[in-house]
């Protein structure tokens, strides 16, 4: 919608705005502002099943994936490949202190 001239602003997660922008090889056309009152560069991300034991068969997998593999590089790379090459290097400290 921004890229037709439908709209002129779009609020959202840079991240979201830079890979499509690089899809459409429209990247060097965006401009980020940030929101003044965020504390955080990222979010960390939460998920949430039925507290059953399948709920909790899930978690303790999904718990058990990230434990195993998220320092492991094809891990890691697969979230900065949304990012810019701005973003890349914030998000790997946080990776490396959470």
């Not at 401009?31 to 039925?50: D, N």
């Not at 492991?72 to 990776?95: C, H, I, M």
Request: hydrophobic share 35%.
């Amino acid at each position: 919608m921004l890229f037709a001239g439908r709209v002129d602003y779009l609020m959202g997660y840079p991240i979201e705005a830079q890979y499509v922008a690089e899809k459409l090889g429209k990247r060097d056309e965006l401009l980020f502002y940030p929101v003044a009152e965020t504390e955080k560069k990222f979010t960390i991300g939460h998920v949430g099943c039925p507290d059953t034991e399948w709920g909790r068969q899930v978690i303790d997998n999904i718990n058990r994936i990230l434990r195993d593999y998220r320092e492991d590089p094809a891990f890691v790379s697969f979230y900065e490949n949304w990012l810019g090459d701005d973003t890349k290097q914030r998000y790997r400290e946080l990776v490396k202190a959470f």
